[in-house]
């Protein structure tokens, strides 16, 4: 599943405590069996099981692998703030359709749209900007903040 939805078009369900602490489960752990799970929060592993399908087939969860771009490959990574003129949402939507941009959000103040490049080199990077992202229609101008080093990257959220 996509995440692209925003908040603002639906709604999140009220959790309770005891989907807050399998949830905070899973992300220290997303293949933590359903049975550690369940001694965790004091549940039964078949309890754990329907609420993380729930919790998933509801989109408040997805239990995904990530990877770390630069063990599989993929040595340039930056981010590029846009501005458009005319609709934004066009635009969002054709980036958000690019394979090597793995992040995508429409902003307001300085730029309108905010993503997330992930590419092999330094030339791919180029061409995603060059070619691919300034010759869109609407486009008027893209700055582009390479990372250098990456310090903290966290899927964690604080529940209380």
């Not at 929060?41 to 919790?55: I, N, P, T, Y």
Request: aromatic share 4%; proline share 5%; with cysteine.
């Amino acid at each position: 599943m996509n995440r692209k939805a925003q908040a603002s078009e639906r709604p999140a369900p009220p959790l309770d405590e005891l989907s807050r602490k399998i949830i905070e489960q899973l992300q220290e752990d997303g293949r933590r069996p359903y049975a550690t799970i369940g001694k965790a929060v004091g549940l039964s592993e078949a309890a754990v099981r329907q609420r993380v399908q729930r919790l998933s087939e509801s989109g408040v969860i997805q239990i995904v692998a990530v990877t770390d771009p630069l063990q599989v490959g993929m040595f340039r990574q930056a981010m590029i703030a846009i501005t458009v003129d005319g609709p934004i949402e066009p635009v969002a939507e054709a980036l958000a359709e690019m394979t090597d941009i793995d992040y995508v959000v429409v902003t307001v103040g300085r730029f309108d749209i905010i993503c997330e490049a992930v590419c092999a080199d330094d030339a791919a990077l180029l061409d995603l900007i060059s070619n691919r992202i300034r010759t869109l229609p609407g486009v008027r101008g893209a700055e582009t903040l390479v990372y250098l080093k990456l310090l903290k990257q966290t899927y964690q959220w604080n529940s209380h």
